[in-house]
């Protein structure tokens, strides 16, 4: 793995009115790296999913993502670098065909070797090289979510160059998945680093994990 990294946050900004939800984020990530984006409800990850993917502009702040510009780009655009998401509530097309529900994340790139489960099927389809995942354990029973753990590690296992950030309240996904952590509160970076140090910092015990 390049230890150049492919996605850069300088200093990224988002107001909704008075309510600042991304307040100067900056981290790094790494080709091939699973990041854990964590916080409490409101801390601002699934914004930052918006803003990287141009569903909001940024306020202030730049991205970078393979060396090249991307704050503020179209949906589209977005797309076209590579870089692909799944939301909280999938939403299919309940007229079309499963085929069809799966050629509509294509745009023209359709591999039909690709197995995860319809909604991440639909971001995978189009080979990205950057994948969001927003809560994808939402609603799966103890044994759905051990057996999720076990598709994205295998997802980054078979694209070895494929980068994740995955928003997740459950912190056994967390803490076996990924390789290291942000954890964000009222829109700002709380702490950095692996699952073991970001669960061991008091900030991080207080603001989210309830641990005093």
């Known amino acids: 793995m390049s230890g150049e990294p492919l996605l850069s946050v300088r200093g990224l900004t988002r107001r909704f ?5 991304l307040d100067g984020l900056s981290f790094d990530l790494e080709p091939g790296r699973i990041l ?8 601002g990850k699934t914004t930052f999913f918006n803003v990287l993917t141009g569903i909001y502009p940024a306020h202030a702040g730049e991205l970078w993502f ?17 870089i692909t998401r799944t939301f909280q509530r999938s939403r299919l097309c309940l007229p079309l065909t499963v085929f069809d529900n799966i050629a509509l994340g ?18 995978l389809v189009s080979r990205p090289r950057l994948l969001l995942l927003d ?18 590690l295998e997802v980054r296992g078979r694209f070895g160059d494929l980068t ?3 928003i997740e309240h ?15 509160n009222y829109g ?25």
């Open 106 to 123: 294509s745009h023209g790139r359709l591999d039909h070797g690709l197995w995860f489960n319809l909604a991440r099927r639909r971001a």
């Open 36 to 43: 854990g984006l964590i916080g409490p409800n409101g801390s």
């Open 164 to 166: 994740i950030v995955l």
């Open 170 to 184: 459950e912190m056994s996904v967390i803490e076996r998945a990924t390789d290291r952590c942000v954890v964000l």
């Open 188 to 212: 700002k970076k709380l702490s950095e680093g692996t699952y073991a140090e970001v669960a061991a910092d008091p900030l991080v015990r207080q603001a989210y994990l309830g641990l005093g």
């Open 135 to 152: 809560e994808p354990s939402a609603g799966m029973t103890h044994d759905e979510t051990r057996r999720l753990m076990d598709e994205i």
């Open 66 to 82: 393979a060396g090249k510009p991307a704050t503020n780009l179209a949906p589209q655009a977005v797309y076209e670098m590579g």
């Open 17 to 21: 009115g008075g309510v600042v939800a």
